[in-house]
């Protein structure tokens, strides 16, 4: 089908990086990487969009040479690493990043602190859990004796509160009522962790929705004119406000819904089914 797509804003998770021990994990594999090179040197921008920091995608950005705008920590940053430009940075207020993670510290709530070239973790919080989000992130978190007192020494652009179950996810949502007119919060889970819900905390209106609004004006490409691919019902965010929408075939049936319902859509095949190939195929791209 013939399309006038100018641009592409791809989840990563579950969309291009699958399943610890699949053929897409922890990067894509080398057919989705050529095709996303082809992509970006046909003259398309391909746009990562992520919860994860940039610096945990680059190898993923440096072999498809994706020497663009990419959005990272879920909206707190907008940088092309390639071409070392940062378009925007949102730190959280200092205050309100120590006061929130108190609560959750208080409450033993597994809490990682983000800047912008490290992530954090208290050193008695250290666990399983940090193993298996290692390897996804493909980088080590940097132990602190206080993540309260590292909010002093750096600028944080996101935290990340982790519920083991969906009742958890409540309690920790209830807790963050209290900072809800200063941060903003979306919840996210990872194909190779499944049951554990991640809490991505940033600085009030800024998420994925605000960096893809952010990438149209640089770019000075129309939201109308992209492709916005997702797998988790958070990426409707983004998903929502471009004129080309899909879903892998492993996403959310909510967000599946919401894309079957629109306009120029499709879902494709899942993440282990290198599902962003057939979606990349229905758009002749």
């Not at 949102?90 to 597994?110: C, G, Q, R, S």
């Not at 969906?166 to 309690?171: G, L, R, V």
Request: with cysteine; proline share 4%; aromatic share 6%.
């Amino acid at each position: 089908m013939p399309n006038q797509i100018k641009a592409l804003i791809l989840d990563v998770d579950g969309v291009i990086v699958g399943d610890a021990g699949q053929a897409n994990f922890p990067i894509p594999n080398s057919k989705i990487l050529g095709r996303l090179k082809s992509i970006r040197r046909s003259g398309i921008p391909v746009v990562l969009c992520t919860s994860r920091p940039v610096y945990s995608v680059q190898k993923i950005i440096d072999k498809a040479g994706l020497n663009n705008i990419h959005i990272g920590l879920a909206g707190g940053t907008l940088v092309d690493p390639i071409d070392n430009i940062v378009l925007e940075k949102h730190p959280i207020d200092p205050k309100i990043a120590a006061e929130i993670t108190k609560v959750y510290l208080d409450n033993e709530v597994y809490t990682e602190m983000y800047g912008i070239d490290n992530y954090y973790l208290q050193k008695d919080q250290s666990r399983k859990l940090t193993e298996q989000h290692t390897k996804i992130l493909q980088a080590e978190p940097i132990l602190v004796d206080s993540l309260l007192e590292l909010v002093e020494k750096i600028d944080v652009y996101k935290i990340l509160p982790v519920a083991s179950n969906e009742d958890e996810q409540k309690q920790l949502d209830e807790m963050f009522q209290l900072f809800a007119k200063d941060l903003a919060i979306g919840w996210a889970v990872h194909p190779s962790i499944k049951l554990h819900k991640w809490g991505n905390i940033t600085a009030k209106d800024i998420s994925k929705r605000h960096a893809a609004h952010k990438i149209s004006e640089f770019l000075d490409i129309g939201l109308d004119e992209m492709l916005g691919v997702g797998d988790g019902l958070a990426d409707w965010q983004f998903i929502e406000l471009c004129g080309y929408k899909a879903a892998m075939g492993n996403s959310d049936q909510g967000l599946i819904d919401l894309v079957n319902s629109s306009l120029n859509s499709y879902v494709g095949k899942s993440i282990d089914e290198n599902g962003i190939l057939d979606i990349l195929d229905h758009y002749e791209l």
